[in-house]
């Protein structure tokens, strides 16, 4: 075939044109768009408290847009904590009986494991006896085995609180040991001015993100294997948003020291706006730091997901949230209620009560299958937990779903690599639900706190530009082609 030189000049000008727009084409498709709200950033750790922050008790108020001016100031007397009229506390508690924690005792207790309750710090009581650990005080440098408001005593019972005769409830791991870390009050507050307008406030409670993380560090120092945070912080979500970078550097650093994170999915409230289905208007932290923690959603007593537990796609799973029963702080019984600082009589209702039934069963994962990172234990209580969709589904009001601790202990999983400590294949027993369906549901079997449409952006792109690739090399074969068959029969 002979090509004339001027045609053989145009095909190789448009050849070179094609090449230039695709080349000045590509960076821009593969670039990815803004962060989306709701995904985190990459961790940036420098921004980890130092040890010596970390152990530097009382804190001091130091964020980008107050600054303390005066030391802790106690808002309300602390209250003696009394039970909800109407709740039988002998009884076996619904929660754990639909649960089934006595049963899922029998593979394992909790021994040898640490679980830090980073909270309002964790009254002695009779039922932790001889397994409690100071991990220091925040606010006022007390000690972590002082709770005015209450919560963090709850939360330790429901994790670790020992058998008693005198009821049948009983933690979910009651031979762990708690690990005390007062940390938040809302009996306390600190006396604030704005950097902007130089007017004087008054935080709302003692404790923020920044304590919250320092305190994470010093329970990975203090050795705990897992960490309960019920506790939880809402910001607008964002595009290209960042927020407690310092939080999500002391999880991340948690984790991979082999420490579980355990965090609450948060209530609604004024500041934490419920999120729409498919939409992120409220980010909740740490929980949205979903690659590093295990993010905990309420059920109501139907199983159902309970209307005041925060939505969102780093939500990855769920245990009972309502009506729970737990330790009393400040006398040797048991509560199904907490005094706040408004002096009002609330029941144990929240994320906050739903968290430590996870703690407790990461606790139980823990001892049962000693050779799990602390990755894999997480996974392991993802995807043995039920969802009403179906196993392995996943959706942003209660995650993977359910959690099941007897599944958790006793599944076979195929991707861990080992078998289960005893060599049985034992089948996966799982607790019978009543009204349990979640409405939004996606597949995300992966621990990225982003959805599938999230991800599928980068893998599209990567597509078009190999396609691309493969476009331009068969054009640059077809003029190399079109050139040498021109040099061997001449010019036309």
């Known amino acids: 075939m002979r090509v004339s030189g001027r045609r053989r000049y145009s095909l190789v000008a448009v050849t070179a044109t094609v090449l230039y727009l695709a080349s000045a084409g590509w960076p821009a498709a593969a670039q990815p768009s803004a962060r989306p709200p709701g995904v985190p950033p990459a961790v940036d750790m420098s921004a980890l408290p130092t040890p010596a922050s970390a152990g530097a008790m009382p804190y001091l108020v130091n964020n980008p847009a107050t600054r303390q001016i005066g030391p802790v100031v106690q808002q309300a007397p602390c209250h003696p904590q009394a039970s909800s009229s109407g709740q039988n506390l002998a009884g076996e508690p619904p929660a754990q009986r639909q649960l089934r924690i006595r049963e899922a005792q029998r593979y394992a207790t909790g021994r040898g494991q640490r679980v830090a309750v980073i909270d309002s710090g964790v009254q002695p009581h009779p039922r932790l006896l001889g397994r409690m650990i100071d991990g220091g005080d925040y606010i006022e440098n007390r000690t972590g085995l002082f709770d005015c408001d209450g919560h963090g005593t709850t939360v330790a019972g429901l994790i670790a609180a020992a058998p008693d005769a005198s009821s049948q409830f009983v933690g979910v791991a009651p031979a762990a040991q708690i690990v005390a870390i007062r940390q938040a009050s809302t009996f306390y507050s600190v006396p604030l001015r704005q950097l902007d307008t130089g007017e004087q406030t008054r935080s709302a409670m003692a404790g923020d993100t920044v304590s919250m993380a320092r305190a994470v560090v010093r329970a990975v120092q203090l050795g705990a294997t897992v960490i309960n945070i019920s506790e939880a912080a809402c910001f607008p979500a964002e595009p290209d948003q960042v927020n407690a970078p310092d939080l999500q550097a002391a999880v991340h650093y948690a984790v991979e020291h082999n420490a579980v ?129 179906g196993p392995r589904r996943r959706s942003q009001d209660v995650g993977y779903g359910m959690i099941d601790p007897i599944a958790a202990l006793t599944a076979v999983l195929p991707e861990e690599g080992r078998p289960q400590r005893d060599g049985a294949a034992a089948a996966a027993s799982t607790a019978q639900l009543s009204g349990f369906q979640p409405q939004q549901r996606d597949d995300r079997p992966n621990r990225d706190g982003r959805d599938n449409t999230d991800r599928a952006l980068p893998r599209t792109v990567a597509l078009v530009g190999s396609a691309a690739a493969l476009l331009l090399l068969g054009l640059t074969l077809v003029v190399v082609h079109v050139v040498k068959g021109h040099q061997r029969h001449g010019p036309g």
Request: net charge neutral; proline share 6%.
């Open 261 to 389: 994170v355990v965090v609450a999915a948060a209530n609604t409230s004024g500041s934490c706006k419920q999120n729409s289905p498919g939409k992120v208007t409220t980010i909740s932290s740490p929980g949205w730091f979903d690659s590093d923690v295990l993010t905990v959603a309420a059920t109501d007593g139907k199983g159902a997901p309970a209307d005041f537990s925060i939505h969102g796609p780093w939500v990855d799973v769920a245990a009972p949230g309502t009506d729970a029963v737990s330790l009393a702080a400040g006398r040797s019984g048991l509560t199904s209620g907490l005094v706040d600082s408004r002096g009002q009589l609330r029941p144990l209702d929240g994320t906050s009560f739903a968290v430590p039934y996870v703690a407790g069963l990461a606790a139980l994962v823990r001892e049962r299958f000693p050779h799990l990172s602390a990755r894999q234990v997480m996974h392991r209580i993802e995807q043995t937990a039920q969802h009403g969709a």
